[in-house]
């Protein structure tokens, strides 16, 4: 078993139960990412949060996993995806591939769009997220501020041409300068502080139906 299909067995094991209500497959949210999803930073992650603010008849699964890139989650992804009954994928991914791997804005494109494609053929939602700011932090450079850039506007202009409702979390949490606001700055300049994930929360919650 992949670790994506043991964190969304986990996920599905906890939301169930003897007298737990069955869930529908379009209220389930798997929210994919790496650290910044999975919460290493904070005491409540950003799924947590979404599932209080969207409510009892929603299910939502925490598949993130600290320190991976697009790449390894796209693997993850398409090893796990038959058999779950997912209706909505949240992703955020590439902040690793910019500053672990100095990737490029295309080849990080290749596979979110790979992801976001896949999940749709599959009768799913996407909700797309951008990259979120990291300015300070120590391996970041001009030039992977600049693929981030080119990132985000590539991540919009998908969800512009395809009708898929993009969350722009990256331009309502940046101080203008490239660099996360101060009060949602964690304090490594990289991973959000509790406000900031639950910044990022209310952000994703506004692309779902009231």
């Known amino acids: 078993m992949s670790r994506l299909a043991g964190v969304v067995l986990l996920g599905l094991l906890a939301c169930s139960g003897p007298t737990a209500a069955p869930v529908p497959r379009e209220r389930t949210v798997l929210c994919l990412g790496d650290s910044i999803t999975s919460g290493q930073a904070v005491e ?19 598949a993130g996993v600290w320190g991976e890139t697009s790449t390894q989650i796209r693997d993850r992804w398409s090893s796990s995806l038959v058999g779950w009954q997912i209706g909505v994928v949240v992703l955020l991914a590439g902040t690793n591939d910019l500053q672990a791997q100095n990737r490029t804005a295309e080849e990080i494109a290749l596979n979110l769009q790979a992801i976001y494609d896949e999940a749709l053929s599959e ?9 979120l700011p990291f300015r300070g932090w120590r391996a970041w450079t001009s030039s992977i501020e600049l693929q981030r850039t080119k990132l985000n506007a590539w991540i919009l202009e998908y ?16 101080d203008g300068t490239g660099a996360l606001r101060p009060e949602f ?8 502080s509790q406000a900031g994930t639950d910044r990022l929360a209310e ?8």
């Not at 952000?203 to 139906?209: G, T």
């Open 159 to 174: 969800c512009s041409l395809t009708g898929v409702e993009c969350v722009d979390a990256a331009s309502q949490m940046d």
């Open 44 to 62: 409540r992650p950003y799924p947590d949060t979404l599932k209080n603010l969207l409510g009892h008849s929603w299910r939502v699964i925490n």
């Open 123 to 131: 009768g799913m939602r996407v909700v797309p997220v951008t990259v």
């Open 185 to 192: 700055d964690g304090g490594d300049h990289l991973h959000p």
């Open 203 to 210: 952000l994703v919650r506004s692309a779902f139906p009231d």
